[in-house]
């Protein structure tokens, strides 16, 4: 059976949908341009042709279509089989080293076949080609990327005040012509800063001690049944590396405690000798410039997490398609039901097919 194929521009439109469609209130899900995911695509598919490592990040330098070197950063992104199979079909591959052609789209319709060896160029029109075309296995695996992506705006739920806010705030609280009421009032707005990152972690952590669970529970489900004679060929010694890494509690540390040090010592001790609204002024950048550091330092952190999950949920698709198919080998049909009814109970989705 032939693989189904998306357009970039059909990519466009099926990104705004969310996986459950009862979500999918408030707008599109995913928004982004022919031009991103093109982008997106092309360093993909370039990066896998030079077998870059899938998450790796690596500079490249080729011969584009115009017979000019250019190099850039290529990435490939993770991809997750239980979508379906990953399939590509671009620009890319119609380059052919031993006829040394190459392809030259002029646009959707138009393409230009150039040999190299004698510079003869023909044209060719062919309705409905377009640059890239992908798998709906290849798809499923992108939108997990664009979501990872766009998770900073989406998961840290607070914003950072301006410098003019900053400087209002101060000028608003401290009640004394005193330096050091300026610095208890931005002590205090430090602390704020900390708690909204405290709050958020506290959200990102509750979710991320579900996935842990999940990953428990399947182990505890496996060891028992084990202890009972069944599932006797699985091997466990990955899911139990899995398993060890995500019970480590999520610890996040920033810098406000040294910050605040730094500006009692300097203001103190007379590095700083402006006037008071140059003082204030000073305060004011240097705290919207610390507080907008954290913030993406804090989202590249957040990242992480997310990658780690993800990886996490990926591998236990992946083992419980696994415990499956060791359930299927089981002769006695009694302690097949049984192990399907146990699994049906810990979450364990079967993509396998029989």
Avoid at 23 to 40: A, C, F, H, P, Q
Avoid at 191 to 220: C, G, M, P
């Amino acid at each position: 059976m032939e693989e189904k194929m998306y357009s970039v521009a059909q990519i466009v439109e099926m990104l705004k949908d969310h996986w459950d469609k009862t979500r999918n209130v408030s707008g599109d899900y995913l928004s982004y341009s022919e031009k991103t995911i093109t982008e997106i695509l092309k360093k993909d598919i370039l990066g896998t042709k030079f077998n870059i490592e899938e998450g790796e990040r690596r500079k490249v330098s080729y011969e584009n279509f115009n017979g000019d070197m250019v190099t850039e950063t290529l990435y490939v992104f993770p991809k997750y089989l239980e979508g379906g199979k990953i399939v590509t079909s671009s620009v890319w591959d119609e380059l052919d080293k031993v006829k040394r052609e190459k392809i030259i789209y002029v646009d959707l319709d138009t393409v230009h076949v150039e040999n190299k060896q004698t510079d003869r160029l023909r044209e060719e029109r062919r309705t409905g080609r377009t640059p890239y075309l992908v798998s709906y296995g290849y798809f499923f695996s992108l939108k997990h990327e664009l979501e990872r992506r766009a998770l900073p705006a989406n998961y840290v739920l607070f914003s950072v005040m301006t410098k003019k806010v900053i400087q209002e705030k101060i000028i608003t609280e401290f009640k004394v012509n005193d330096m050091q009421e300026v610095l208890n009032t931005v002590e205090e707005i430090l602390s704020e800063f900390d708690k909204s990152i405290n709050k958020s972690l506290l959200k990102i952590s509750e979710a991320y001690r579900v996935e842990y669970q999940r990953l428990q529970d399947i182990r505890t489900f496996v060891v028992m049944r084990q202890k009972m004679g069944l599932l006797s060929t699985l091997d466990i010694s990955v899911l139990d590396e899995i398993t060890r890494k995500m019970c480590v509690p999520l610890e996040y540390h920033n810098g406000s405690i040294k910050k605040m040090k730094k500006f009692r010592k300097d203001f103190n001790g007379g590095v700083h000798q402006m006037n008071l609204a140059g003082n204030i002024n000073y305060i004011a950048e240097q705290l919207y410039e610390y507080e907008k550091y954290e913030k993406k330092r804090y989202e590249n952190f957040l990242l992480k997490v997310r990658q780690k999950e993800i990886n996490s949920a990926h591998f236990r698709n992946q083992f419980g398609d696994l415990v499956y198919r060791t359930a299927m080998l089981e002769q006695n049909e009694e302690d097949k039901i049984y192990l399907l009814r146990g699994m049906e109970v810990v979450g364990i989705k079967c993509f396998h097919n029989v």
